[in-house]
Nanobody, 125 residues
Framework: QVQLVESGGGLVQAGGSLLLSCAAS????????MAWFRQAPGKDRAFVAT????????TYADSLKGRFTIARDNAKNMVYLQMNSLKPDDTAVYYC??????????????????WGQGTQVTVSS
């Protein structure tokens, strides 16, 4: 079981950047697939990115690839989401999630068992 806490959200202007961080508890962090999802007001929770046991195995939402980068540091029990060239449509609560490594590259929120509380990202025009 893993506990997740996100941080790094805030208000930025369009075209700006933010780095989100997710701190994970426990000694088995490397055994989990990690992901970022986001949820805008009135919309369904949407997949952003996922990473396997190391930062070399990543999957991104097609619309976000090239702007967002997910990475993990297993020694620090941390997962990151670097967000560049932000757009107003990126405004959402961003959630860190942990799931079974057996679901390779899954974009399905139902395949993730543990979730953080979320961090708000607001992108202004």
């Amino acid at each position: 079981q893993v506990q997740l806490v996100e941080s790094g959200g805030g208000l930025v202007q369009a075209g700006g950047s933010l780095l989100l961080s997710c701190a994970a508890s426990g000694r088995t962090f490397s055994n989990y697939r990690m992901a970022w999802f986001r949820q805008a007001p009135g919309k369904d929770r949407a997949f952003v990115a996922t990473v396997g046991s190391n930062s070399g195995s990543t999957t991104y939402a097609d619309s976000l690839k090239g702007r967002f980068t997910i990475a993990r540091d297993n020694a620090k029990n941390m997962v990151y989401l670097q967000m560049n060239s932000l757009k107003p449509d990126d405004t959402a609560v961003y959630y860190c999630a942990a799931g079974n490594l057996g679901y390779v590259g899954t974009t399905n929120s139902g395949h993730y068992d543990y979730w953080g509380q979320g961090t708000q990202v607001t992108v202004s025009s």
